[in-house]
């Protein structure tokens, strides 16, 4: 219930979005008709329409993308002649001759005089407004979408479509009555109740326009990034104050939630209640470090339970922290179990995680969970995600995202002790991580995790729209801050972009001290080599963990690179990546 509540509030956020804009005009046309029969209708096949979709982008293959865009052309085409019949009854009489019964369906919809308008023409408008809705990828919105996606299709993913669409029809709805009263005022003390049903039209049309020119996913998508995100991360904290996220939740605790905790010293009980019995370990498709463990044969220990997945910047800042712990209390009884919950298809690739297990110098048992079956037994929903369980089999702890390590480093304490252990009180750890593991420098982040696949896409600004799954040339001219743009011959597939032919590039305007991005060099495997600049120069002093200080770095497997750790102050950047090869693929931007 909880889930369906702040779906439902995300969506009641978004009136407050750049990113309802284009269909405005849609909905406003509504204001002035009975609601029953005419606003309710449209709002209903808006919610309803774009769970549908939603649901089936989410969980869906590059047909059901294809089907969307077939639907949208039908959808713009619906309301442009819907707005071209509000502003003559001659115009649509003329457009809508040849299927005479539509046609005045359009003209009753569109609010004829002295004509009711139906529910069965509202729903159809309804529906086609649904089709061409796409709401900002927000923290909530982006919760509801990568749960979609990790648990396939089930009732729970269009239930949450639902009441995040649903959400979104309320605050419309009150938007619409208040807008009715206005266009009523308007009517009685101006008398031009035709002048505003044509200008509804006109704005009508203009919307068709903007969404059919692709404005609406470029020009309004880089209004939209701090728009409404603060306050859906306060809907969150509030219902969820167990919980920590932040930024786009693809990796639901994106960019750092929580510093870490200064040490101190002196006594310290954790708040250690029982949760209940610890889930099952079983259905991992393989076990690395270790052979398969289970959850009985680990009574008597306490166990760590740590999911992540290797490319995700915010679990592999926590890393330092696991491995310390999984060293420093292994003869006090610790087992620090790594469960491996992929986000991207590659990491599904047993070779890859393999190999950032070595890179990431792990020695406890890691479960690959390429099937979710673990992360569903825990009801897990976050990347990085922390369960601690008892000697007695009973989870007693956890925590989500970034930070705590204070706190969660008390709770192992009390856990060892409160199972027999004769361990004194000590300090807790303070790792020397470097490179893409140092902590993030919170103060200074405005900028978020950023997906490059059409699935996840936002804030994109090249000249061109966006393609899927097709080669098409882009071109990119100086983006605003938290834009992101390619040059060059690409493929937009649903997870990442491939570079088609050599020289191709990405652009990003951000504000952060360190900037990642998620790279592999494709199906061939060949190393790619690029280079990067910021503002137009070498990075100097400025370089990443992954490039040299004249920018120079090569893509020999797919991982995430640090490409940019800011000496100074902190300050908004252009960064720019020439890739001198072919063939790479590029999924996410995170930073830090």
């Known amino acids: 219930m909880t889930h369906l509540i702040i779906a439902y509030l995300g969506g009641a956020l978004t009136i407050l979005s750049p990113c309802i804009l284009p269909i405005l005009p849609f909905v406003f046309a509504r204001a002035g008709q009975p609601f029953v029969r005419s606003t309710l209708p449209m709002l209903l096949g808006i919610a309803a329409t774009f769970a549908l979709v939603a649901t089936l982008a989410a969980v869906g293959g590059s047909w059901a993308i294809h089907a969307n865009e077939y639907g949208r052309l039908a959808a713009l085409l619906l309301l442009a002649i819907f707005g071209a019949s509000m502003l003559s009854p001659h115009v649509a009489a003329m457009i809508t001759q040849p299927i005479v019964d539509f046609g005045n369906r359009l003209l009753t919809a569109s609010g004829r005089t002295n004509v009711a308008p139906t529910a069965a023409s509202s729903l159809i408008l309804g529906i086609a407004t649904g089709l061409l809705w796409a709401p900002c990828a927000g923290p909530i919105l982006g919760l509801v979408l990568t749960g979609a996606a990790l648990q396939g299709v089930n009732l729970q993913t269009t239930l949450l479509l639902t009441a995040y669409a649903s959400g979104a029809a309320t605050s419309l709805a009150v938007a619409v009555v208040v807008g009715g009263r206005v266009f009523a005022g308007m009517k009685r003390s101006l008398r031009v109740t035709e002048r505003i049903r044509q200008a509804l039209g006109t704005a009508v049309l203009f919307g068709v326009a903007v969404i059919a020119l692709g404005l609406d996913s470029g020009l309004l998508a880089g209004l939209s990034y701090a728009s409404t995100t603060s306050l859906e991360q306060a809907v969150l904290d509030r219902l969820h104050t167990d919980q920590t996220t932040s930024g786009v939740p693809s990796e639901f605790a994106s960019n750092g939630t929580m510093a870490a905790s200064a040490d101190t010293s002196g006594p310290f009980r954790s708040d250690l209640s029982i949760e209940g019995p610890a889930p099952s370990l079983s259905g991992a498709v393989e076990w690395l470090n270790s052979p398969p463990l289970d959850i009985n044969q680990l009574r008597g220990k306490v166990v760590l339970v740590d999911f992540w997945t290797y490319s995700c910047i915010n679990c592999i800042r926590t890393l330092p922290y696991v491995r310390a712990w999984a060293e420093k209390y292994e003869d006090q009884g610790l087992v620090v179990i790594g469960v491996h919950a992929p986000e991207f298809a590659f990491e599904k690739n047993l070779d890859n995680v393999r190999k950032a297990v070595r890179d990431f110098q792990i020695d406890y048992p890691v479960a690959v969970d390429n099937d979710y079956r673990i992360w569903r037994a825990f009801e897990n929903s976050y990347w ?32 060892l002790r409160e199972a027999g252990g004769e361990m004194a009180a000590s300090s807790t750890v303070t790792p020397d991580a470097k490179g893409a593991e140092a902590g993030p420098d919170l103060k200074n982040i405005r900028s978020g995790e950023t997906y490059l696949g059409y699935k996840r896409a936002t804030n994109f600004t090249s000249r061109e729209t966006l393609r899927a799954d097709a080669p098409r040339e882009y071109s990119v001219e100086e983006p605003s801050l938290n834009e992101w743009g390619l040059s060059g011959t690409w493929t937009i597939g649903a997870e990442q972009a491939t570079l088609d032919q050599p020289e191709g590039g990405i652009a990003y ?22 280079r990067v600049t910021i503002d137009g120069k070498a990075p100097g002093a ?12 090569t893509v020999a497997a797919t991982r995430l690179y640090q490409l940019v750790r800011q000496s100074g102050d902190v300050e908004g950047r252009t960064f720019n990546i020439r890739f001198i090869d072919s063939g790479v693929e590029a999924y996410a931007f995170t930073f830090g």
């Open 384 to 415: 990085p995600a922390h369960y601690l369980i008892d000697a007695k089999g009973q989870v007693r702890y956890h925590h989500f995202g970034e930070g705590n390590y204070y706190q969660t480093e008390r709770a192992i304490q009390d856990l």
């Open 509 to 530: 305007r951000f504000s952060a001290r360190d900037l990642h991005l998620v790279l592999g060099p494709g199906a061939s495997g060949k190393p790619v080599r690029f």
């Open 542 to 553: 400025d370089h990443g963990a992954d490039v040299d200080a004249d920018g120079y770095g």
